[in-house]
């Protein structure tokens, strides 16, 4: 198993992650009739525009990858210009059913969502990390997120913000095991957050 920078051609094997790993770190594959939709929102677009700043597994093929974005609020009015505006047309409202969960992707995908500005200010990058089952708990993802906060740290982000769902206990003990803090709490899940020195 080892870690190098993203390839054009890993994209698809990257959306399938996200789908795999979308219900709280387990597979998310039978939740969703899309099964395109989560990758449109957590990958396609970090890899459109911080390319540089995707890094993946690879064991013959891609197992996880890390996905940062060093600048929040420049990355959220780019896709705001351009990454959304496909997508808002090729799932208009009521594509799915009402309270399934591509509705409810549906449905945040033509809202305007945008960082808490408090959180921005001081940790202005953000990221998502998923690995497979096969690549998790040896270690790949400690050295997957370190690969990242170094690229950050060298791109200027001074600190880095990732969100987490409550039920999602195996990555916030990670998390909390890699230095990040809880910078904001609900119930649905929590802003955490460290520097990327
Ligand atoms: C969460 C995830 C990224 C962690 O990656 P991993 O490769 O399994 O974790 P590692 O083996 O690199 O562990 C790194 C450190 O965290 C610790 N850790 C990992 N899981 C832990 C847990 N459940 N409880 C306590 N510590 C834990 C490890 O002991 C290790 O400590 P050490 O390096 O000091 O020895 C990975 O399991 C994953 O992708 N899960 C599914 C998708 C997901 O939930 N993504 C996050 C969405 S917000």
Redesign the pocket.
Known sequence: MIIRPYEPGDTDALYDICLR?GD???DATDQFADPRLLGEIFVGPYLRYEPDLAFVIDDGGPA?YVLGVRDTAAFERVCEREWWPPLREKYPPGSFPAGSRDAYYVERLHESRTADPAIVADHPAHL????LPR???????????ERLLEALYVAGAPAVH????AA????I??YE??GFRTLRQSPNGRTMGRPTT
């Open positions: 790993t709280n770190g387990g996880g998502h990390i998923d690995l690549a998790q708990g040896r270690g790949m993802g400690r050295a997957l997120m990732l969100g987490v769902g999602n206990t195996r990555a003990a990670f095991r890699l």
